[in-house]
């Protein structure tokens, strides 16, 4: 054991130090101004805008892969059933393909612990169920909205009729979105769930279930009316959309929601204070500005890589998020002999795992036990597990 030049603990002499998850080996300033090693997925940077490490903060690091290719070959076979032409069954794929593997995650990853029922229940069933009465009731008004919006206002549509139905969509999903969370806290979540990225993880299942509602509903005449097989021909950028960068866009936004307010009492430090609006306006700008572009007849992949780069930003506002939360939350946790769920070595940690610098409360419930509570200034275990690598993460 010996004192960690970032905090001044004492912690094993190992890579990273269990208590602040600082990189010993780096330089030696404050470990919540480090941005090289994300705390959630240490090797990562924490400005990286990686959609699995960021959404899916529970996965040990040996299944990351596994869900990155999932995402990436789901998308390729979405991809394909367009060429084919079969574009009710690109749609369906579209729909499910993201909340799909995300229910997979919650199921492998045990986020529920033995409260399967009501946490997915109010997470995503009840996100399903409110996007779709939103999305029926402005599907009934949109033809108003995209006549407002092509410039062709009958006199009796008013002005204010369209600032609501272009700008305060978005608010209005924004608000319904995060109800389920709600619901799920004040039934106890918050106390069963404390830390920060379970919050986080809820708001983004309820936001999966919302979109898939949403694709469902909007295409519903293609679904209901289109031939099996019918000309592949502009549907490739819309069903883009609606696969990967419109579910994460209703997933991020109401994760970070989520997120900031699971624990209220960080309201009051900017970086939490400012993700409410930061979603907000996100989201207006995703809808607004790809509807003017779309209306201006700009390449549809403009507009994919204009919903991207939103997309991008909200990661990276979330990872920030995560990355000061776990450092906050980690001075909670007790000295005590784990099994890492990141690298699966048996070490004396507390937050934060000594060797790879992965945070002990980001991965599976059922990995994240403790063996033994050891005593006051406990010392590592004498070995490390037979044939194990040593090092960090960046080793």
Known sequence: MTPCEHCGKETPDEAFCTWCGAHRAGPLADARTRRKDYAAHSGEHVAQPAVVTTLLPHLPRHRVHEFRWALIGGIAVVVALVGAGLIVAAILAAAVLVPALYLVYLYEAQVYRDEPAMVLGLTIVAGVVVGVIVSVIFQVIEPLRLTAVNGLNAPDVPVSYVLITTLLVPVIQEIVKVLP????????????????????????????????????????????????????????????????????????????????????????????????????????????????????????????????????????????IVHDALLDEAKDFGFQVVTCPHCRHQVGAAGFCPRCGGAIAAGPRSAVTAAVTAPENPSPPASPVEGAATGGANA
């Open 181 to 320: 969370v709600y619901g799920l806290w004040t039934m106890g979540g918050q106390s069963k769930f404390s830390e920060t990225i379970d919050g986080l993880t809820f708001g983004v299942a309820a936001g999966l279930g919302f979109a898939a509602a949403e694709t469902v509903v909007l295409f519903s005449d293609q679904i209901a009316h289109e031939a099996v097989r019918t000309s592949s021909a502009g549907w490739l950028a819309p069903i883009l959309t609606a696969t990967v960068l419109k579910p994460l866009l209703q997933g991020t936004c109401t994760g970070m929601i989520a997120a900031v307010l699971w624990k209220p009492g960080r309201l009051s430090r900017p970086l939490y204070f400012l993700g409410i609006p930061l979603a907000i306006v996100a989201h207006i700008a995703f809808s607004l500005v790809s509807q003017v572009l779309a209306d201006s007849n700009v390449n549809s992949f403009i507009v994919l890589f204009y919903q991207a780069a939103i997309v991008g930003v909200l990661l990276v506002y979330i990872r920030h």
